[in-house]
């Protein structure tokens, strides 16, 4: 500092060290207010992840112990009076949620984006697109069951047929249509619009765009919509319980009954025998862990599908 | 490169011998809807060279452009009032012109990409050599081919990489079969050369283009344009986000292109404008003020208004 004191003097008087300081100084009551405000926003984040570990905490320390081979292959007896190890396990009950969650998937997914993409690229702010949304928002906010009342009066009730997997998947599907539509349609719309504006200045035709450009862009983000609207629908008890029903048998004919995690666990949690509890322990955390690795898979496909 | 050259030259002089009714009739046949690409390619080559030449970006000449009474509107607000003006067949053809007068909005209506922003459509016509851009009967997506564009941002698709970037204009263009793998590499490797960016991305081919440097970005844009082969292209303030040495590689690369295309480019550097353009545009509230050689729009305007513009007064 002071061997350039020389031409600083030309510019007119320094300032010394200690005056600037004071002046760049922080001052005690922001110093107080920042500590504060820190505080607070750390507290919240605290409050916030209490229940978050409170549940997996009792998952893991209720559902671990009946964790075994026999419980992941094994049906349920439907022996649930005596305390013994002759409950049986959920195997019909995971085999059911993965053939009903895929099944309401492959319905809802395709349909949920391609109404995403036509709102987006070709609706835009129509008259007709804005009904579609506003319809799309209600649906989004209609409790599961009704989806399950409807399924059942419309092809149980309405056709004097059985109940049966299928009927399930079709109301766990119009469960995740919404999600899969409004989650896709917020992804669409943050693709620059430049990038398809080049596509098409190639000469590209707007459906080649979409295909090529545009829905491989925005396929990481649809990931992780589509996995919220599975993992919500893996999770449904109510619009199962009078569509798919219950059986203890493993069954791969989406035709007949079928079991599933959620009405599994909750068939046994209101089981009087301790076995059949922790077996909805169990089920209960098999159905948190599916929904783990699958969110794992799709992460790591949806990142190779991408460049490095 | 000097090669280049020599090639451009001898397709320019075998292309001279072409009467202009033919040159107007493969044009319309090249354009329109129903025609198979594959049966017009031969007839543009008739007649004109002995052994065709193998089609290639080189082989390729620019196409002239007319503007006749073009209005351009967004809503009910009109943008572009009326233009009247003519960009030369293999010339560089410079607009310029304050913020907001309507410059990239008119050069948008060229390749009819104006229409795709909701609201918008232009009137008045389009002339490419003979025909109107936007007669009823034209494939807008055959326009946009034989018109590229470069934005004022370099956009290379993101999940793309370097090859599949050039190669995009070739794959998702319409009517074009699967195109065997030899030949969508020559066309890659040509237009990549023809865009002065081979030698720096020969070996990295296959890495993401967004990962380029910002010059070389807009160089690939530029490449992805040309291997669609167009006779126009247009560029929309192309070198505004890149850096003093960039925008001279673009320059340059401006001065050899204009060999095989016709260039409109949009700038607000009216130094870019002297060192590249043969003709010189100037619009002012979207209207064209005056057009003409360069060197007199800058030295000797007919318009006061351009004078001031040019100088700095105003803009």
């Known amino acids: 500092m002071s061997a350039q004191g020389g031409p600083a003097e030309e510019r007119g008087p320094a300032a010394s060290q200690s005056e600037l300081l004071a002046r760049f100084a922080v001052s005690p009551a922001r110093r107080r207010r920042d500590r504060t405000a820190r505080g607070l926003i750390t507290a919240g984040t605290v409050i916030a992840l ?55 998937s492959a319905i809802a997914i395709p349909i949920g984006i391609g109404v995403a993409v036509w709102l987006v690229e070709y609706g835009r702010r129509s008259w007709f697109a804005n009904l579609v949304r506003f319809f799309v928002d209600v649906l989004t906010g209609v409790p599961s069951i009704v989806f399950g009342l409807f399924i059942y009066i419309v092809l149980i009730v309405g056709t004097g047929s059985s109940y049966a997997g299928y009927k399930g998947s079709l109301a766990l599907s119009l469960l995740m249509l919404p999600v899969v539509i409004r989650s896709a349609e917020v992804i669409l719309l943050l693709i620059p619009g430049a990038l398809r504006e080049s596509a098409l200045a190639l000469g590209a035709p707007r459906w080649r765009v979409i295909f090529s450009i545009v829905l491989p862009t ?20 109510a619009p199962l319980l009078f569509t798919a029903a219950a059986t203890n048998k493993t069954n791969f004919n989406l035709g007949q009954f079928m079991n599933s995690l959620p009405v599994q666990i909750y068939k046994d949690v209101t089981s009087p025998t301790t076995a059949v509890v922790n077996r909805a322990w169990g089920a209960a955390l098999t159905l948190v862990a599916m929904i783990l690795v699958l969110n794992l898979i799709a992460r790591l496909v949806s990142r190779r599908s991408r460049l490095a | ?32 809807p129903q025609t198979p690409e594959e ?6 080559e008739q007649g004109t060279v002995q052994a ?7 082989s390729k000449q620019g196409l002239s452009v007319k503007l006749e009474g073009l209005r351009a509107f967004y809503g009910d607000a009109e943008q572009v009032k009326g233009i009247d003006l003519d960009f030369n067949a293999n010339e560089v053809t410079a607009i310029i012109g304050p913020s907001g007068c309507g410059k990239s909005t008119m050069v948008r209506c060229i390749n009819r990409m104006h229409e795709e922003i909701p609201g918008a459509h232009a009137e008045g016509r389009v002339m490419l050599d003979a025909m109107n851009v ?53 066309k890659v490797e040509a237009a990549l050369r023809g865009a002065g960016l081979w030698d720096e991305v020969a070996d990295r081919l296959q890495e993401p283009g967004a990962g380029l440097s910002g010059g070389q970005q807009q160089r690939l844009c530029i490449a992805r344009s040309l291997a669609v082969e167009p006779e126009v292209i247009l560029m929309d303030e192309p070198c505004s986000a890149l850096d003093p040495i960039a925008t001279l590689k673009i320059e340059e690369l401006i001065d050899e292109l204009k ?29 064209l003020v005056e057009v003409g050689p360069t060197q007199q729009i800058f030295t000797n ?4 208004r351009t004078e001031e513009y040019v100088t700095g007064k105003f803009g």
């Open chain 2, 301 to 304: 305007p007919n318009d006061s």
């Open chain 2, 52 to 58: 065709p030449a193998k089609k290639t970006v080189e």
């Open chain 2, 39 to 44: 049966s017009v390619q031969p007839t543009a």
């Open chain 2, 134 to 186: 936007y007669d009823p009967s034209v494939d807008v997506v055959a326009v946009r081919r034989a018109i590229g564009m470069v934005f004022q941002k370099p956009n290379p698709f993101p999940t793309m990489s370097v090859f599949d970037n050039v190669a995009a204009g070739l794959r998702l263009s319409a009517g074009r079969g699967a195109q065997s793998k030899t030949d969508l590499r020559a």
């Open chain 2, 1 to 32: 490169m000097s090669t280049d050259g020599i090639s451009s030259q001898t397709a320019n002089v075998q292309d001279a011998h072409v009467e202009p009714e033919s040159h107007i009739e493969r044009e319309r046949e090249r354009i329109a």
């Open chain 2, 259 to 287: 060999q095989r295309v016709t260039i409109v480019i949009v700038t607000h550097n009216m130094q870019q404008a002297a060192r590249v353009a043969d003709r010189t545009a100037f619009m002012l509230s979207g209207e």
């Open chain 1, 50 to 104: 209490i229940p978050l570990v409170l549940v997996v905490y009792y998952l893991l320390s209720k559902g671990l112990g009946s964790w075994s081979w026999n419980f992941f292959s094994t049906d349920p007896t439907g022996n649930t009076f005596f305390k013994t190890s002759s409950i049986g396990g959920i195997e019909s009950a995971i085999l059911g949620t993965i053939e009903i969650v895929a099944l309401a």
């Open chain 1, 218 to 237: 925005a396929l990481p983000g649809m990931v992780t919509g589509v996995l919220l609207a599975i993992a919500r629908a893996a999770g449904e008890t």
